[in-house]
């Protein structure tokens, strides 16, 4: 193995070992069961999972692809799999983009991992549920690799700079991009420029699919992508990301997902202020979700300010070189400053009364509410910037110990732009392209060693609650065995209505934070829910309005009769979880009981009337945009794979 490719399989190692510090306790058995993540051993193809239900498509396709795959693949182990890969792809995505962008040394992509894995902005979203989100998280990174890719060829832009040496292909599957300094194929270098474009369009198209897990996440990877692309890939690149779309455009058309949301969720899921810091410094640091709950112990203390600090420090020493790059470093310093700005701006007063306009009149607005989550945009700068301040204030060291010491040290003509890198002498060149001592070349590299540890430590220690998940909070469930039985006595149709009334659950099994209703992700048939949250005192109305009624209904005692015309055929108590039962004993007392235990229930109501029912050619439509999402994932991996980046040779 060459150096540079011992050095690339410490950066991958690295990122596994942070991985797995973050998710240890989930490599046990049992299932993710925390706020908003519900993962069970299997799901159904139901119309609610291709998004043809009451409720908005956000978890398109992301129910649908679990739902065909768990009958082969447990549906516990399909999630961790994605959240392991999502986070290590992450920390790798940041390093390579590191090393690409500005040829930084390993342990500068040491540090731009640890930026991109260990923050927040992470933790936070681990505690919320959100682990098909950090799908779409990891692939900002690649997405911006192969964006600047295209770019570049499609420009027929050479670079005036010396290409440096590295090795030939880039994992995870190639999904690789190019230095903005690097085109991948010029004439000259007599490289395939046809494989090379082919391989930059698959990368592109792959990082949209894959971030296109949830609407959220697509429109992440759209923002970074078509930022980069160029004026003459742009409109390939959208009609590329549009199909990677497909799943829940369509499902927005054919369902309810163009329904006004609630413009009460605009204030219930503003970002939030943290201690000490208000919204802006909240979002800087990558923090200020809207749920208090979800955060580490550490970010109400005033760890939340030192971390911030640091983390900001160590940005700002970065922020000049990641600007002189040019276009690719400022337009993701850009997108950075407004993903910060525009959030904080909308926790205003008159930003909430833009988005409940936006909410109301504008169809799928709903999705933009938890506006902290575009803060995410920042990650592909912030990581940039953290791997230019090693050298940064690595130089900058150097040149203040050779004025104390008032010696020749045979440091002076280092600057920051004649930067050494430690993964071999070939890595980098002085800017008077001459060759540089040994002994400068170790005392350099060493110091580039220590900046990185230090840079590291200030990014690990004000945030150490992240590890082993996230103070413990991550940690597997078993499911009562009942469930099972349910599932097995439901074999006629009709949806399901469940007991207790409302949206989230608080099982014995499931610890002390609520967690979503598992009963839509377990049961084979539609389960009615109303969507209506309750958030920082805020009560948010959701799309299920039949739903709504059925609910009432059944708190209020009605008979079999009525809940058969609202498309009920079967009624599901949760026995031991908290909440609302009404009058619904008057009901169950009608209604035909099944299967009962110590922990659920399950009553039949004969002849229910289909309700809502989609029609045959909604769901061929559906079924189809998500086969097409599959394929273009699929075939897109595929083909990147076959045609990697590969790196210019060097000039002599």
Not at 121 to 134: C, I, N
Not at 605 to 629: E, G, K, M, V
């Given at each position: 193995?060459?150096?540079?490719?011992?050095?690339?399989a410490w950066v991958a190692g690295y990122c596994a070992?942070?991985?797995?510090?973050?998710?240890?306790?989930?490599?046990?058995?049992?299932?993710?069961?925390?706020?908003?993540?519900?993962?069970?051993?299997?799901?159904?193809?139901?119309?609610?999972?291709?998004?043809?239900?009451?409720?908005?498509?956000?978890?398109?396709?992301?129910?649908?692809?679990?739902?065909?795959?768990?009958?082969?693949?447990?549906?516990?182990?399909?999630?961790?799999?994605?959240?392991?890969?999502?986070?290590?792809?992450?920390?790798?995505?940041?390093?390579?983009?590191?090393?690409?962008?500005?040829?930084?040394?390993?342990?500068?992509?040491?540090?731009?991992?640890?930026?991109?894995?260990?923050?927040?902005?992470?933790?936070?979203?681990?505690?919320?549920?959100?682990?098909?989100?950090?799908?779409?998280?990891?692939?900002?990174?690649?997405?911006?690799?192969?964006?600047?890719?295209?770019?570049?060829?499609?420009?027929?832009?050479?670079?005036?700079?010396?290409?440096?040496?590295?090795?030939?292909?880039?994992?995870?599957?190639?999904?690789?991009?190019?230095?903005?300094?690097?085109?991948?194929?010029?004439?000259?270098?007599?490289?395939?420029?046809?494989?090379?474009?082919?391989?930059?369009?698959?990368?592109?198209?792959?990082?949209?699919?894959?971030?296109?897990?949830?609407?959220?996440?697509?429109?992440?990877?759209?923002?970074?992508?078509?930022?980069?692309?160029?004026?003459?890939?742009?409109?390939?690149?959208?009609?590329?990301?549009?199909?990677?779309?497909?799943?829940?455009?369509?499902?927005?058309?054919?369902?309810?997902?163009?329904?006004?949301?609630?413009?009460?969720?605009?204030?219930?899921?503003?970002?939030?202020?943290?201690?000490?810091?208000?919204?802006?410094?909240?979002?800087?640091?990558?923090?200020?979700?809207?749920?208090?709950?979800?955060?580490?112990?550490?970010?109400?203390?005033?760890?939340?300010?030192?971390?911030?600090?640091?983390?900001?420090?160590?940005?700002?020493?970065?922020?000049?070189?990641?600007?002189?790059?040019?276009?690719?470093?400022?337009?993701?310093?850009?997108?950075?400053?407004?993903?910060?700005?525009?959030?904080?701006?909308?926790?205003?007063?008159?930003?909430?009364?833009?988005?409940?306009?936006?909410?109301?009149?504008?169809?799928?607005?709903?999705?933009?509410?938890?506006?902290?989550?575009?803060?995410?945009?920042?990650?592909?700068?912030?990581?940039?910037?953290?791997?230019?301040?090693?050298?940064?204030?690595?130089?900058?060291?150097?040149?203040?110990?050779?004025?104390?010491?008032?010696?020749?040290?045979?440091?002076d003509g280092i600057t920051e732009s004649s930067c050494?890198?430690?993964?071999?002498?070939?890595?980098?060149?002085?800017?008077?392209?001459?060759?540089?001592?040994?002994?400068?070349?170790?005392?350099?590299?060493?110091?580039?060693?220590?900046?990185?540890?230090?840079?590291?430590?200030?990014?690990?220690?004000?945030?150490?609650?992240?590890?082993?998940?996230?103070?413990?909070?991550?940690?597997?469930?078993?499911?009562?065995?009942?469930?099972?039985?349910?599932?097995?006595?439901?074999?006629?149709?009709?949806?399901?209505?469940?007991?207790?009334?409302?949206?989230?659950?608080?099982?014995?099994?499931?610890?002390?934070?609520?967690?979503?209703?598992?009963?839509?992700?377990?049961?084979?048939?539609?389960?009615?829910?109303?969507?209506?949250?309750?958030?920082?005192?805020?009560?948010?109305?959701?799309?299920?309005?039949?739903?709504?009624?059925?609910?009432?209904?059944?708190?209020?005692?009605?008979?079999?009769?009525?809940?058969?015309?609202?498309?009920?055929?079967?009624?599901?108590?949760?026995?031991?979880?908290?909440?609302?039962?009404?009058?619904?004993?008057?009901?169950?007392?009608?209604?035909?009981?099944?299967?009962?235990?110590?922990?659920?229930?399950?009553?039949?109501?004969?002849?229910?009337?289909?309700?809502?029912?989609?029609?045959?050619?909604?769901?061929?439509?559906?079924?189809?945009?998500?086969?097409?999402?599959?394929?273009?994932?699929?075939?897109?991996?595929?083909?990147?794979?076959?045609?990697?980046?590969?790196?210019?040779?060097?000039?002599a």
């Amino acid at each position: 193995m060459t150096s540079s490719g011992r050095a690339r399989a410490w950066v991958a190692g690295y990122c596994a070992l942070l991985t797995a510090i973050i998710i240890g306790p989930l490599a046990g058995s049992g299932y993710l069961l925390l706020r908003d993540a519900v993962s069970t051993p299997r799901s159904y193809l139901t119309d609610s999972a291709l998004g043809l239900g009451a409720a908005a498509p956000r978890a398109v396709p992301q129910d649908a692809l679990i739902a065909v795959l768990s009958p082969i693949i447990d549906g516990g182990i399909l999630v961790k799999a994605i959240l392991i890969v999502s986070l290590w792809s992450a920390g790798y995505g940041a390093a390579v983009l590191a090393r690409r962008f500005i040829s930084a040394s390993t342990s500068a992509q040491l540090v731009a991992a640890t930026l991109a894995l260990w923050n927040p902005f992470v933790a936070e979203r681990l505690l919320q549920g959100h682990w098909s989100l950090l799908a779409g998280y990891a692939a900002l990174p690649w997405t911006a690799l192969a964006a600047t890719r295209i770019r570049t060829i499609t420009s027929g832009h050479v670079s005036r700079q010396r290409p440096k040496a590295t090795s030939s292909t880039d994992t995870p599957a190639a999904i690789s991009g190019t230095s903005p300094d690097t085109p991948e194929t010029t004439r000259g270098l007599g490289l395939p420029r046809r494989a090379g474009t082919l391989g930059g369009w698959a990368a592109l198209i792959a990082s949209f699919a894959a971030a296109g897990l949830t609407p959220t996440g697509s429109l992440l990877a759209a923002i970074i992508g078509l930022a980069l692309v160029g004026r003459r890939a742009f409109l390939p690149a959208t009609v590329a990301w549009l199909a990677t779309c497909a799943p829940w455009l369509t499902a927005t058309a054919l369902g309810s997902g163009a329904d006004p949301s609630d413009p009460a969720g605009v204030t219930a899921f503003a970002a939030r202020a943290e201690p000490w810091l208000g919204t802006l410094g909240s979002l800087a640091g990558l923090g200020g979700i809207w749920n208090s709950e979800a955060v580490p112990a550490s970010r109400t203390t005033p760890l939340a300010l030192v971390g911030t600090v640091l983390l900001l420090a160590i940005v700002a020493c970065g922020v000049r070189a990641v600007w002189n790059l040019g276009r690719d470093g400022r337009t993701l310093l850009i997108i950075a400053v407004v993903a910060i700005t525009l959030p904080a701006l909308g926790a205003t007063t008159w930003g909430l009364a833009v988005g409940e306009w936006l909410v109301v009149h504008v169809p799928g607005a709903g999705l933009l509410r938890d506006t902290q989550k575009y803060v995410a945009l920042a990650m592909p700068a912030y990581a940039l910037c953290a791997a230019a301040a090693c050298r940064t204030v690595t130089a900058a060291a150097r040149r203040l110990m050779t004025v104390e010491n008032s010696t020749d040290t045979g440091l002076d003509g280092i600057t920051e732009s004649s930067c050494v890198n430690e993964d071999g002498p070939n890595h980098s060149r002085a800017a008077s392209d001459t060759d540089t001592e040994p002994s400068t070349l170790n005392a350099y590299s060493s110091g580039t060693r220590v900046v990185a540890t230090l840079f590291i430590a200030f990014l690990i220690l004000p945030l150490a609650d992240l590890a082993w998940g996230v103070g413990g909070a991550l940690r597997p469930v078993h499911y009562p065995a009942g469930w099972a039985q349910i599932v097995d006595h439901i074999d006629s149709p009709g949806d399901v209505a469940v007991l207790p009334a409302g949206m989230f659950r608080r099982f014995p099994y499931s610890g002390t934070a609520p967690v979503l209703d598992p009963a839509p992700r377990i049961l084979p048939n539609d389960v009615l829910q109303t969507g209506e949250l309750q958030v920082r005192g805020h009560a948010v109305t959701g799309e299920g309005n039949r739903a709504r009624t059925a609910e009432q209904a059944l708190l209020q005692g009605a008979p079999t009769t009525d809940l058969a015309a609202l498309g009920i055929g079967w009624i599901l108590i949760e026995r031991t979880t908290p909440g609302p039962l009404g009058n619904s004993q008057n009901t169950l007392t009608t209604a035909e009981l099944t299967y009962q235990d110590a922990d659920l229930a399950l009553y039949k109501i004969p002849n229910p009337t289909p309700l809502d029912t989609p029609t045959p050619t909604q769901r061929h439509l559906s079924t189809t945009a998500h086969l097409l999402w599959a394929l273009l994932l699929l075939a897109s991996l595929i083909t990147a794979s076959r045609h990697p980046y590969r790196t210019p040779p060097r000039f002599a």
